[in-house]
T-cell receptor, first 114, second 112 residues
Framework: AQSVTQLDSQVPVFEEAPVELRCNYS??????LFWYVQYPNQGLQLLLK??????LVKGINGFEAEFNKSQTSFHLRKPSVHISDTAEYFC????????????FGQGTRLTINP | DGGITQSPKYLFRKEGQNVTLSCEQN?????MYWYRQDPGQGLRLIYY???????QKGDIAEGYSVSREKKESFPLTVTSAQKNPTAFYLC???????????FGPGTRLTVL
């Protein structure tokens, strides 16, 4: 089974500052990793995914994440945030073989201050 | 446009009543999922289906039921046995498991 820990429940940053949202996972098998964003009263939107290959993954809206197998981490970064990035962000993991369920972290609320 | 639709967006139910939430996708995805989201919490899996006429319980299936008679449709029934049904319900689909899941806009259910 897999599990995910998002290390910060809330992250406040100023507009145009860089941000990192931290995600650690545990698994006894190889994994697929995902980041989703949720705006208020909406569904989740896929930001980026790691399935295989390059450990640096680029996604939509200028976000990127790096898969670090030795540290079992998949942190999300953006070099300069905007007010519109204010949302809830979820990290998720699944095993890479067979009918694996997607396991979500508890979410990180990113608040951008002007 | 391809996507996932959920209806209704808001739903109110009296205690003791069953209610059915609709989920339709036109992405030609094999797998579909139902999640429950409570304030300040992550998503918890209720049921999932990898193929038509087959579905499996997730982590919190008690008080819920589903059917998968068509590839495009995966309705969720919240029964009167669900003790605390007020929540935000999200439907998702993926081309197969395990792969990235794509989500609908959600249904907010309130029990009066």
């Amino acid at each position: 089974a897999q599990s995910v820990t998002q290390l910060d429940s809330q992250v406040p940053v100023f507009e145009e500052a860089p941000v990192e949202l931290r995600c650690n996972y545990s698994s006894s098998v190889s994994v697929y990793l995902f980041w989703y964003v949720q705006y208020p009263n909406q569904g989740l939107q896929l930001l980026l995914k790691y399935l295989s290959g390059s450990t640096l993954v680029k996604g939509i809206n200028g976000f990127e994440a790096e898969f670090n197998k030795s540290q079992t981490s998949f942190h999300l970064r953006k070099p300069s945030v905007h007010i519109s990035d204010t949302a809830e962000y979820f990290c998720a993991v699944s095993g890479s073989q067979g009918a694996q369920k997607l396991v979500f972290g508890q979410g990180t609320r990113l608040t951008i201050n002007p | 446009d391809g996507g996932i639709t959920q209806s209704p967006k808001y739903l109110f139910r009296k205690e003791g009543q069953n209610v059915t939430l609709s989920c339709e996708q036109n992405l030609n995805h094999d797998a579909m999922y139902w999640y429950r989201q409570d304030p300040g919490q992550g998503l918890r899996l209720i049921y999932y289906s990898q193929i038509v006429n087959d579905f499996q319980k997730g982590d919190i299936a008690e008080g819920y039921s589903v059917s998968r008679e068509k590839k495009e449709s995966f309705p969720l029934t919240v029964t009167s046995a669900q003790k605390n049904p007020t929540a935000f319900y999200l439907c998702a689909s993926s081309i197969r498991t395990p792969r990235a899941q794509f989500f609908g806009p959600g249904t907010r259910l309130t029990v009066l």
